[in-house]
């Protein structure tokens, strides 16, 4: 599906971002024929010896075997290399004890081809759920991948791991600390199934910065927390979605306590979770959702998620309508603590309404003409508190019904 | 709207049903233009001294003036008549001052034109959100209203509260209890902004029972959550919906230990609640979801409304395709406890998935003879304990987006 379809019109304009290579880090990816027809599907990336891994997982309850394969790998302490194999169009989940033999059986033949324990070897599958994977397509390319492994791969690795994605997904960020430089380079993949409770999609981070496993752990959780938590598309969680990120240590510069290092992640993570948003199915529109002076951070949250999942506030959107009755509706039904007659809303910088009415010289041309743009903005004050969320996500338009009501035919 | 939109292909056949007339019950509609064009968009009804009257209303933290003047009134107790005024096209919701006075007005024109006192005239709007309602447009009916009072007029009554609807929704039951005759007939409309916790509508019930107004609001409330609790069209809550139930006492027949009335009364509700998924907007099939073997009831309504108003599930149901995944999908993401591998999942008979993977001898185009038709049933066994729920909803297709995001244009 996702080479037929046309790409977003909110794909970042140059294509995917010209990424440094990563001392320590090469990538291959090749076509097994899991699902899709004429395009890769399988990526592997090899990493140094040396490298530490953290990673963040998808909180569903019907998680695939992949993810809990890696959910027991991440953390245990090796200096051995690492290997990362994904595959996209089967995600391997709800496939039983079959699932599990298959992350095995690619996770063996992944050590077997490159040498690195099978305890290091990090799979994702992304696609259909509830299928068998056929594991052996995968098994029977590694030796050419390994092959293949090439540091400045890494454009083609974004490609291999798209589903119903439009465009390939990368980002990258480099920090001068004490005059050395350290490079952080990632690609993600997502386009449906979009929702907040960590990363509901797949990404991957590589770094040559040295870093202790547990602080980059707690690195990653934290702007996890604040960038792929952050995002929804459709409000349906994965039970596939994973991000690692690999710190290979190859600068030889320690970043344990660089807050310009954990920023420059931060920036890269920011970047991916909002191409998933620009790649979202269908999307017409990329909409911020911000709502401040709520009783709590966490009232805020809930507030603008409820907001950003509304269809009606959604479709409202995709029509180009200002329709700010449908964004106090979705105040209402979030079940955060709202004071109807303190609420007041902007589309863009256009005040819609105040204190609980129409605000006092609100043209809805104004509002209507912000609404008209790639870039629609909601922004909410509850007038209680000092509780505050920022929210990304984009429009529902007929084409996420065209795209979903088809996918598997 | 509502005129021009085709009529639901899951509209009852044979249309508005012949219901009873309800002795100390009368009806009368007309065109007051407040939105709408060549339609009838107000009406009244009168009920004769003696009346209990029960309710229930939306949760919503931004319900409307009309709700919240409502839900003063609920269980003051009195023996004067009591009146419903109901306009369509205007919420009267978040209008500020101007939408507490708009009510006022309202209810005290009614007050006069009837003789009934102001604290028994009961008020609802529904419509647009956000804009002041022209209640002068109301008043200025009241006297002609009150002069077509007929106790055959519910079904002009029915369609004069539509918005989005595409055919008007009543139900009526019968009950004979010791040789007594009692009706039973309700009216209601919503077909957008439909979700779970209570009523995300209006409907209006009627029934010449004599009940007290205790006894009759806890049948009510009881009836509620195993009826307009269970449904679900988008997710989205509205800020003015209400149910109000009158029980007249005219048959002279007290009804308060009947448990033939409870059980009437719960069916006029869930036939109700029924029409409303039937008329969600863009809806071409009638989703059944049942949980069972869930921990708790709890448990099993959380996985029940996930899967309800899983955008991919929807989608999936509108494209006849028995994704199964999606359904293992929206139990992972609802939260509720659950085991991957113990999981099955039928599509009517279908049985689909068993212990965590694909059923045995499963074959997809049985299910997909199943999803063909207009009525598609989503059972999932969790297989952990005893706890059960049922919820009913649509497919979501490209018709609900071209209806809501050109919904005020």
Not at 60 to 75: E, H, N, W, Y
Not at 201 to 213: E, G, H, V
């Amino acid at each position: 599906m996702a080479d037929i379809l046309p790409v977003s019109p909110l794909a970042p304009e140059g294509g995917f971002p010209d990424l440094p290579a990563i001392p320590g880090v090469r990538f291959a990816a090749t076509a097994a024929g899991i699902k899709y027809k004429g395009r890769t599907d399988v990526m592997l990336v090899e990493l140094a010896p040396g490298t530490t891994i953290a990673g963040t997982f998808t909180s569903s309850k019907t998680r695939g075997a992949p993810v809990l394969d890696c959910q027991g790998k991440i953390g245990m302490p090796s200096d051995a290399g690492a290997a990362f194999v994904v595959n996209s169009g089967n995600a391997n989940a709800f496939t039983g004890v079959a699932g599990v033999n298959a992350v095995k059986a690619v996770a063996k033949a992944a050590a077997d081809a490159t040498g690195i324990p099978e305890a290091r070897v990090f799979t994702s599958s992304t696609g259909v759920i509830g299928e068998p994977l056929p594991h052996d397509r995968i098994t029977a390319t590694l030796a050419a991948l390994v092959d293949g492994l090439d540091k400045h791969g890494i454009a083609d690795a974004a490609r291999a791991i798209m589903t119903t994605d439009t465009f390939p997904k990368g980002a990258g960020r480099t920090v001068e600390v004490d005059g050395n430089r350290i490079c952080v380079a990632g690609i993600a993949k997502g386009s449906g199934m979009i929702a907040p409770d960590m990363a509901t999609m797949l990404a991957y981070i590589f770094t040559d910065a040295r870093i202790s496993q547990d602080k980059l752990q707690s690195l990653v959780a934290a702007a996890c927390d604040e960038t792929f938590n952050r995002i929804t598309v459709d409000s349906d969680t994965s039970t596939s979605d994973t991000l690692l990120v690999a710190a290979t240590g190859a600068s030889g510069v320690g970043m344990d306590g660089s807050s310009a290092f954990a920023a420059a992640l931060a920036e890269v993570m920011d970047d991916l979770a909002r191409q998933i948003v620009c790649d979202g199915e269908g999307a017409s529109k990329f909409v911020t959702v911000s709502v401040t002076g709520a009783a709590t951070d966490s009232d805020a949250r809930q507030v603008a998620f409820a907001i950003a999942n509304s269809p009606l506030v959604k479709t409202a959107i995709a029509g180009e309508d200002p329709n700010w009755g449908r964004v106090v509706m979705a105040v209402g039904k979030s079940g955060a603590e709202a004071d109807r007659d303190r609420l007041s809303i902007r589309f863009g910088d256009v005040l819609v309404a105040k204190d609980g009415s129409v605000a006092p010289g609100y043209l809805e041309a104004e509002a209507a003409r912000h609404m008209s743009g790639e870039n629609v903005s909601v922004s909410v004050d509850l007038g209680l508190g000092v509780g505050t969320a920022t929210v990304y996500t984009c429009d529902l338009t007929s084409r996420y019904i065209a795209i979903n009501a088809d996918y598997r035919s």
